[in-house]
Nanobody, 127 residues
Framework: QVQLTESGGGLVQAGDSLSVSCAVS????????MGWFRQAPGKEREFVAV????????LYTPSVKGRFSISRDNAKNTVALQMNNLKTEDTATYYC????????????????????WGQGTQVTVSS
């Protein structure tokens, strides 16, 4: 059974940096495309970033491009999201996700194409 466990959320001020991580157990981590979604209160779940199983390709939602960076360590079965210059609108619960196969960008930004989800970690950015 594949389990995703997020860590690293917290309360920061606008302009600060924060990193959230996800540890994966079960399955074959190196075969999964890994990503992050987020959900703010009263809003739909939103794609944030994804990294290919090989680490060779990444995709970001436009609002975080240039501020956030996703990375993975296939030896440690972990994926991380480094968030810089945080804004109040980044406040949300961040979910780690894993997919056995993402075919294209359209699938990458769609929650239904991810097979496994973590419980989420809260990131709050104050002004």
């Amino acid at each position: 059974q594949v389990q995703l466990t997020e860590s690293g959320g917290g309360l920061v001020q606008a302009g600060d940096s924060l990193s959230v991580s996800c540890a994966v157990s079960g399955g074959t981590f190196s075969r999964y495309d890994m990503g992050w979604f987020r959900q703010a209160p009263g809003k739909e779940r939103e794609f944030v970033a994804v990294i290919r199983w090989s680490g060779g390709g990444t995709l970001y939602t436009p609002s975080v491009k240039g501020r956030f960076s996703i990375s993975r360590d296939n030896a440690k079965n972990t994926v991380a999201l480094q968030m810089n210059n945080l804004k109040t609108e980044d406040t949300a619960t961040y979910y780690c996700v894993a997919a056995q196969h993402i075919r294209d960008s359209a699938q990458a930004i769609t929650p239904q194409f991810y097979d496994y989800w973590g419980q989420g970690t809260q990131v709050t950015v104050s002004s």
